[in-house]
């Protein structure tokens, strides 16, 4: 698994080899804010948190 993709479309096409997913939805902002938006998609979802190293 590639761990440190150089943007947003080779980090989705490296998670396709994995596994077959739709991408419900992209957040930005702070932690907290990230946290209740995936909170929102339910049970039934896998999340994908990327940080961005500063």
Not at 2 to 13: A, G, Q, V, W
């Amino acid at each position: 698994m590639l761990t440190t993709p150089k943007n947003k479309t080779e980090l989705i096409d490296q998670l396709k080899r994995e596994k077959d997913f739709t991408v419900l939805a992209v957040h930005n902002g702070t932690a907290t804010t990230v946290a209740k938006e995936i909170a929102k998609l339910g049970s039934k979802t896998v999340s994908v948190t990327v940080i961005a190293v500063r």
